[in-house]
């Protein structure tokens, strides 16, 4: 059984920079795939990053391909993702989700979830 809450989220003008952290109680979490969506208004949940339980590989959409980082401290149980050069685009409820087996970039993929971070960007 795996707990998630995320923080970080907020408000912030397009340009800028947010760090979103997804805090994890589990004694396995440490062998856990980790991955952020991404959900607004109207629109279906979308795959944003995912990383491996050793932290060694990542993947990213493309959309923000180049502009987040996600990484992981497993003697912390956090998992980060690192926002930058953000855009209105970007404004969503962000999810972190943890799956023991498969993980991927389907939300169908992950059996723990957070409640989710609101992240809003500005013109």
């Known amino acids: 059984q795996v707990q998630l809450v995320e923080s970080g989220g907020g408000l912030v003008q397009a340009g800028g920079s947010l760090r979103l952290s997804c805090a994890a109680s589990?004694?396995?979490?440490?062998?856990?795939?980790v991955a952020w969506f991404r959900q607004a208004p109207g629109k279906v949940r979308e795959f944003v990053a995912h990383?491996?339980?050793?932290?060694?590989?990542?993947y990213y959409a493309d959309s923000v391909k180049g502009r987040f980082i996600i990484s992981r401290d497993n003697a912390k149980n956090t998992v980060y993702l690192q926002m930058n050069s953000l855009k209105p685009e970007d404004t969503a409820v962000y999810y972190c989700?943890?799956?023991?087996?498969?993980?991927?970039?389907?939300?169908?993929?992950?059996?723990?979830w957070g409640q989710g971070t609101q992240v809003t960007v500005s013109s």
């Open positions: 589990g004694r396995t979490f440490s062998r856990h795939y």
């Open positions: 989700a943890a799956d023991s087996a498969r993980g991927g970039i389907y939300p169908g993929g992950y059996d723990y």
């Open positions: 990383i491996t339980w050793s932290g060694s590989r990542t």
